[in-house]
Nanobody, 124 residues
Framework: QVQLVESGGGLVQAGDSLRLSCALS????????MGWFRQTPGKEREFVSA????????SYSDSVKGRFTVSRDNAKNTMYLRMNSLKPEDTAVYYC?????????????????WGQGTQVTVSS
């Protein structure tokens, strides 16, 4: 059974940076493409970023492109999301997800496993 645990969320000011981590256990992380999504109350889960098995391919939503960077360390079974120049509209619960595929899935419905989420709050 795959388990995902996010960490690194918190309260920051606009313009600050944060790095989220997602640790995968139960399987070898290198067999899973992974993604980040975020959600605010009353809204659907929104795609943020995704990364391929090896880390060679990445994808970003237009709203975070140029500010966020996804990476992974398969030796540590961990994926990261470096978030720079944070804005109040980045405030959300951030979730990581995993799917055993060679593709880079960008929709929530494609993923099989999800973490419990970590809150990111950006004050203006």
């Amino acid at each position: 059974q795959v388990q995902l645990v996010e960490s690194g969320g918190g309260l920051v000011q606009a313009g600050d940076s944060l790095r989220l981590s997602c640790a995968l256990s139960g399987r070898t992380v290198s067999t899973y493409a992974m993604g980040w999504f975020r959600q605010t109350p009353g809204k659907e889960r929104e795609f943020v970023s995704a990364i391929s098995l090896s880390g060679a391919r990445t994808s970003y939503s237009d709203s975070v492109k140029g500010r966020f960077t996804v990476s992974r360390d398969n030796a540590k079974n961990t994926m990261y999301l470096r978030m720079n120049s944070l804005k109040p509209e980045d405030t959300a619960v951030y979730y990581c997800a995993a799917k055993s595929t060679y593709r880079v899935p960008v929709t929530a419905g494609e993923y099989d496993y999800w973490g419990q989420g970590t809150q990111v709050t950006v004050s203006s």
